[in-house]
Nanobody, 124 residues
């Protein structure tokens, strides 16, 4: 089992920056694929970013939704079992509840673990 706890959300103005954190419990954090998703009321949850290990190139690499490329950066600190989402140049359309998620790529193709979410509100 993996438990995820997000923090760092808040109310900011357009153009500001914010960093979200997600602390994970459990073992083998380094092998987990970690993702960030977001959801606004009335819409489906959407992918924001993911950070995963590639055994082929022996490196971590990141994927981003087109809407956040160049503005958001996902990273992790394995010593702290924590994944971050640095959000720069925030826009009002980034307003959403942001969720941290984790999956074990060795046994699952989907995200099996989710945090409770943290609200990000960007005012214009």
């Amino acid at each position: 089992q993996v438990q995820l706890v997000e923090s760092g959300g808040g109310l900011v103005q357009a153009g500001d920056s914010l960093r979200l954190s997600c602390a994970a419990s459990g073992r083998s954090f380094g092998s987990l694929t970690m993702g960030w998703f977001r959801q606004v009321p009335g819409k489906e949850r959407e992918f924001v970013a993911a950070h995963r290990w590639s055994g082929r190139i022996n490196l971590y690499y990141a994927d981003y939704a087109d809407s956040v490329k160049g503005r958001f950066t996902i990273s992790r600190d394995n010593a702290k079992n924590t994944v971050y989402l640095q959000m720069n140049s925030l826009k009002p359309e980034d307003t959403a509840v942001y969720y941290c998620a984790a999956r074990n790529p060795a046994v699952s193709s989907g995200y099996d673990y989710w945090g409770q979410g943290t609200q990000v509100t960007v005012s214009s």
